[in-house]
């Protein structure tokens, strides 16, 4: 069970011959780290370009440009094609005759360039918009580009002056929200009325895109969806002619509502778009039509309102409308599509068991197989998962131990590492060690986890023990830029995490065993699962432990306060849930904490009573360090101002450290090494004293 491992096999090797130069990973070695995202494929599977960030070391400014490998030459190694200067290329995507299109917001907005990998040309610009645009799909037959971006409704071309902004007229700055006007303030960001996520279509000839049209004529809502949602809710058919998209319709139902619909749109016909999912109030998305035509396969949930709800893989009959699930006898949660050349199967990924791996269905029959490969590196957390000729499939890797790097398995298993752009920075540091729990916790039930140690001889750790958000969520053997389980390894701690009831990767039911008891089954989990790894491995010192969390994992620390009072010597509380009945009078999302703990506050106040951890605060005495954002929206930052206050009254040492510019995550590279520094310095104060 034991996985002692360096990141990859070449920092093993580069470690193993020189271990007087290693060292230990820091927060500004994760905050610098180079990261890779994006990948796509020339449709004949020679070129591979992908976007690459980059950070400087001292200003922690950020950039992205485009990098190209020729799998047809021996030795081949990434090679810039689009990297201005100052300057973000991404979102790479082919057409049919291999040239290159790109976002750049090199004329000073985003824009849609291209270029031809086999010329020795320039890039040149392809469309000329009055917004920017977010993102974009080139048709099959390269004759039409459908963009999107964010447009007022009124505009009927890619942007416009709009009129009507959703201020009051008058001398003020108020913004005026009407009766059932939806979302406020959604995510990080006050919402503009009338402006929304807008798909059009574009001609394309001779590298220009001209005479650009709505795709959602009639309808009020944002596509792709915010604010998560990407090109992974817009799709062309294979025709050339059709649209599949992804909608959220905005009204004042709309911060209750987990109904996302898929439409088809014939290009240029005088038709509406045509909702395809009308009669499921669920989620639907993932829009992905088949090489011929012929179906469309799209994931679903069953519950309103629920948003960790089982996604079914769907198959829709695009000629008859007939339509059947094809995974529902399967419980797991389909996370992405990628039809197979032939369009006799679908490659999926989902979470299993701490694992984000790939799954081939079977498009008759729904039969499910767990790809397997040659080597481990088809193992950790799989995605953009894209099917080359021959059977071969291009995908991105990254694991606990490691960022993410490309690679492509062949029809038969073998697999190829395209990058290892971190490589020789990772061999520089000293070596860490994974290992799986298995434990029998709340209900007897089976459930997992993780440690995570310095390979070092020390014979007692202290440790870290991290509490996941989500609530339905996992820490399992993925890569992390804020959460990273490695650096507090290599700072010397033993890191323990449980996906405690309610986690995913698991089955449904184990899922949504949270529900209504947020402080139960969980908090049971986690006093079990720490006290099983601590059974399991020796050099945990359990004695001398610092818990911490966000969001739901926040909620726990605010939680643990007061309910596992003699459990550590201090606290780590990120934009976690102080005050459940203000939390649910002030989120964005309401559909979120209205089935967590089911229905509005208003309804049922002896659910969010409950589980509220404020009414624990007297029992608090464990020294806590509260972290929060001005941005965030999701958990407002009153819930950490409010801990904090409750904090300092009970004269309990505590610190409280807030971004004035980050949202529920902490995203900016200096900001992320403060953060880092600010609950290390929190820890080694307990902990290595």
């Given at each position: 069970m034991r996985n002692q491992i360096l990141c990859s096999a070449i920092a093993l090797a580069a470690a193993l011959s020189s271990p007087a130069s290693a060292r230990p990973m820091t927060e500004v070695d994760l905050a610098t780290l180079k990261r890779v995202a994006a990948p796509t494929a020339s449709p004949d599977g020679r070129w591979i370009v992908f976007q690459m960030t980059e950070t400087e070391g001292e200003t922690y400014k950020r950039s992205t440009g485009l990098w190209i490998v020729d799998r047809n030459a021996k030795g081949a190694k990434p090679a810039p094609i689009a990297d201005t200067a100052g300057k973000?290329?991404?979102?790479?995507?082919?057409?049919?005759?291999?040239?290159?299109?790109?976002?750049?917001?090199?004329?000073?907005?985003?824009q849609v360039w291209r270029i031809?990998?086999?010329?020795?040309?320039?890039?040149?610009?392809?469309?000329?918009?009055?917004?920017?645009?977010?993102?974009?799909?080139?048709?099959?037959?390269?004759?039409?580009?459908?963009?999107?971006?964010?447009?007022?409704?009124?505009c009927t071309d890619f942007g416009c002056d709009a009129k009507d902004k959703g201020a009051l007229p008058g001398p003020g700055t108020g913004r005026l929200y009407k009766d059932g006007a939806g979302f406020v303030r959604h995510w990080d960001q006050w919402e503009t009325p009338g402006t929304y996520s807008r798909p059009f279509v574009f001609n394309l000839s001779g590298g220009k895109a001209t005479a650009a049209r709505p795709v959602d004529a009639g309808l009020v809502g944002d596509s792709p969806s915010k604010p998560f949602g990407g090109g992974e809710e817009l799709a062309w058919g294979a025709d050339s002619r059709t649209v599949f998209f992804t909608l959220r319709k905005a009204d004042r139902n709309e911060p209750t509502s987990t109904n996302l619909d898929v439409y088809s749109w014939l290009v240029d016909s005088r038709m509406m778009p045509v909702n395809l999912t009308q009669d499921n109030q669920a989620t639907d998305t993932l829009p992905t039509p088949s090489p011929d035509g012929k179906w469309l396969a799209y994931a679903a949930m069953a519950r309103p309102g629920y948003e960790a709800d089982r996604q079914v893989l769907m198959l829709r009959n695009l000629e008859s409308g007939e339509t059947k699930k094809l995974t529902d006898a399967w419980d797991r949660s389909v996370a992405s599509i990628a039809w197979a050349a032939d369009g006799k199967s679908l490659y999926v990924t989902a979470q299993d068991t701490l694992e984000h791996?790939?799954?081939?269905?079977?498009?008759?029959?729904?039969?499910?197989?767990?790809?397997?490969?040659?080597?481990?590196?088809?193992?950790?957390?799989?995605?953009?998962?894209?099917?080359?000729?021959?059977?071969?499939?291009?995908?991105?890797?990254?694991?606990?131990?490691?960022?993410?790097?490309?690679?492509?398995?062949?029809?038969?298993?073998?697999?190829?590492?395209?990058?290892?752009?971190?490589?020789?920075?990772?061999?520089?540091?000293?070596?860490?060690?994974?290992?799986?729990?298995?434990?029998?916790?709340?209900?007897?039930?089976?459930?997992?986890?993780?440690?995570?140690?310095?390979?070092?001889?020390?014979?007692?750790?202290?440790?870290?023990?991290?509490?996941?958000?989500?609530?339905?969520?996992?820490?399992?053997?993925?890569?992390?830029?804020?959460?990273?389980?490695?650096?507090?390894a290599q700072r010397g701690y033993g890191v323990v995490s449980i996906d405690f009831h309610g986690s995913t990767g698991y089955g449904q039911a184990f899922t949504d065993s949270i529900n209504k008891d947020w402080g139960g089954k969980p908090l049971e989990d986690l006093k079990l699962g720490l006290a099983a790894a601590g059974k399991q491995d020796a050099q945990l010192d359990l004695t001398n432990a610092c818990a911490l969390g966000a969001s739901y994992g926040g909620y726990m620390m605010n939680?643990?306060?007061?309910?596992?009072?003699?459990?550590?010597?201090?606290?780590?509380?990120?934009?976690?849930?102080?005050?459940?009945?203000?939390?649910?009078?002030?989120?964005?999302?309401?559909?979120?904490?209205?089935?967590?703990?089911?229905?509005?506050?208003?309804?049922?106040?002896?659910?969010?009573?409950?589980?509220?951890?404020?009414?624990?605060v007297a029992k608090w005495k464990t020294p806590?360090?509260?972290?929060?954002?001005?941005?965030?929206?999701?958990?407002?930052?009153?819930?950490?101002?409010?801990?904090?206050?409750?904090?300092?009254?009970?004269?309990?040492?505590?610190?409280?450290?807030?971004?004035?510019?980050?949202?529920?995550?902490?995203?900016?590279?200096?900001?992320?090494?403060?953060?880092?520094?600010?609950?290390?310095?929190?820890l080694d104060s307990y902990l290595k004293k």
């Amino acid at each position: 069970m034991r996985n002692q491992i360096l990141c990859s096999a070449i920092a093993l090797a580069a470690a193993l011959s020189s271990p007087a130069s290693a060292r230990p990973m820091t927060e500004v070695d994760l905050a610098t780290l180079k990261r890779v995202a994006a990948p796509t494929a020339s449709p004949d599977g020679r070129w591979i370009v992908f976007q690459m960030t980059e950070t400087e070391g001292e200003t922690y400014k950020r950039s992205t440009g485009l990098w190209i490998v020729d799998r047809n030459a021996k030795g081949a190694k990434p090679a810039p094609i689009a990297d201005t200067a100052g300057k973000n290329e991404t979102a790479p995507a082919f057409d049919k005759d291999g040239i290159l299109y790109f976002l750049s917001n090199a004329s000073g907005k985003d824009q849609v360039w291209r270029i031809d990998p086999k010329a020795d040309a320039a890039a040149t610009q392809v469309t000329d918009t009055h917004a920017d645009v977010s993102g974009f799909k080139i048709s099959p037959d390269a004759t039409k580009l459908l963009a999107w971006g964010d447009i007022p409704k009124e505009c009927t071309d890619f942007g416009c002056d709009a009129k009507d902004k959703g201020a009051l007229p008058g001398p003020g700055t108020g913004r005026l929200y009407k009766d059932g006007a939806g979302f406020v303030r959604h995510w990080d960001q006050w919402e503009t009325p009338g402006t929304y996520s807008r798909p059009f279509v574009f001609n394309l000839s001779g590298g220009k895109a001209t005479a650009a049209r709505p795709v959602d004529a009639g309808l009020v809502g944002d596509s792709p969806s915010k604010p998560f949602g990407g090109g992974e809710e817009l799709a062309w058919g294979a025709d050339s002619r059709t649209v599949f998209f992804t909608l959220r319709k905005a009204d004042r139902n709309e911060p209750t509502s987990t109904n996302l619909d898929v439409y088809s749109w014939l290009v240029d016909s005088r038709m509406m778009p045509v909702n395809l999912t009308q009669d499921n109030q669920a989620t639907d998305t993932l829009p992905t039509p088949s090489p011929d035509g012929k179906w469309l396969a799209y994931a679903a949930m069953a519950r309103p309102g629920y948003e960790a709800d089982r996604q079914v893989l769907m198959l829709r009959n695009l000629e008859s409308g007939e339509t059947k699930k094809l995974t529902d006898a399967w419980d797991r949660s389909v996370a992405s599509i990628a039809w197979a050349a032939d369009g006799k199967s679908l490659y999926v990924t989902a979470q299993d068991t701490l694992e984000h791996p790939v799954f081939r269905i079977d498009a008759t029959t729904g039969k499910v197989d767990k790809l397997k490969a040659t080597t481990e590196a088809f193992e950790g957390n799989i995605g953009d998962v894209t099917p080359l000729p021959g059977g071969a499939l291009l995908y991105s890797r990254n694991t606990a131990l490691a960022p993410t790097d490309l690679y492509v398995r062949d029809a038969k298993g073998k697999v190829s590492q395209i990058t290892a752009v971190n490589a020789a920075t990772l061999a520089q540091f000293d070596p860490v060690e994974m290992d799986r729990i298995q434990f029998a916790g709340a209900n007897g039930d089976k459930v997992w986890g993780i440690i995570l140690k310095p390979v070092s001889p020390v014979q007692k750790l202290p440790v870290a023990f991290i509490v996941h958000g989500g609530p339905q969520g996992s820490f399992g053997n993925a890569w992390s830029t804020r959460w990273n389980p490695r650096l507090f390894a290599q700072r010397g701690y033993g890191v323990v995490s449980i996906d405690f009831h309610g986690s995913t990767g698991y089955g449904q039911a184990f899922t949504d065993s949270i529900n209504k008891d947020w402080g139960g089954k969980p908090l049971e989990d986690l006093k079990l699962g720490l006290a099983a790894a601590g059974k399991q491995d020796a050099q945990l010192d359990l004695t001398n432990a610092c818990a911490l969390g966000a969001s739901y994992g926040g909620y726990m620390m605010n939680w643990i306060a007061g309910q596992w009072t003699d459990g550590f010597k201090c606290l780590v509380q990120h934009d976690g849930v102080f005050d459940a009945r203000a939390m649910a009078y002030e989120t964005e999302e309401l559909w979120f904490d209205e089935w967590e703990h089911g229905g509005p506050y208003f309804q049922v106040p002896e659910e969010y009573e409950k589980w509220n951890p404020v009414h624990h605060v007297a029992k608090w005495k464990t020294p806590m360090l509260v972290i929060t954002s001005e941005k965030d929206f999701r958990i407002p930052y009153t819930q950490g101002l409010a801990a904090f206050t409750a904090l300092q009254r009970r004269n309990i040492p505590s610190q409280l450290l807030v971004f004035p510019d980050e949202n529920h995550w902490v995203l900016k590279g200096a900001n992320s090494v403060q953060w880092h520094q600010t609950v290390f310095n929190w820890l080694d104060s307990y902990l290595k004293k």
